[in-house]
């Protein structure tokens, strides 16, 4: 992933001095497989994140509903989740 400031040096390279995608590269500090990818597209885009599930997600409505009722401590709610089967730390 390349910042938005390189973005735009690569696209005034690539553009207004017509370099070619090694040229860039090579100023920039990039690999030609960057250059060549981000000279493809016209804007600069932000990679997005990649949603993974948790190992908690089956125990969080349970977790919730208890700490609504009480406040319990994060150890006190690892213990009953051990002995509901998550296997995480």
């Known amino acids: 992933m390349i910042s938005y400031p390189v973005f735009c040096q690569l696209r005034e390279l690539y553009e207004q001095k017509h370099l070619t995608v090694r040229q860039i590269a090579d100023a920039l500090a990039l690999d030609v497989k960057?250059?060549?990818?981000?000279?493809?597209?016209?804007?600069?885009?932000?990679?997005?994140?990649?949603?993974?599930?948790?190992?908690l997600d089956p125990f969080k409505g349970q977790i919730v509903a208890q700490l609504e009722r009480h406040p319990y401590t994060a150890q006190q709610l690892l213990q009953q989740r051990t002995s509901q089967g998550y296997a995480g730390g």
């Not at 960057?34 to 190992?55: I, P």
């Open 34 to 55: 960057t250059v060549a990818k981000w000279v493809e597209r016209a804007t600069y885009q932000v990679r997005k994140a990649a949603k993974r599930s948790s190992k």
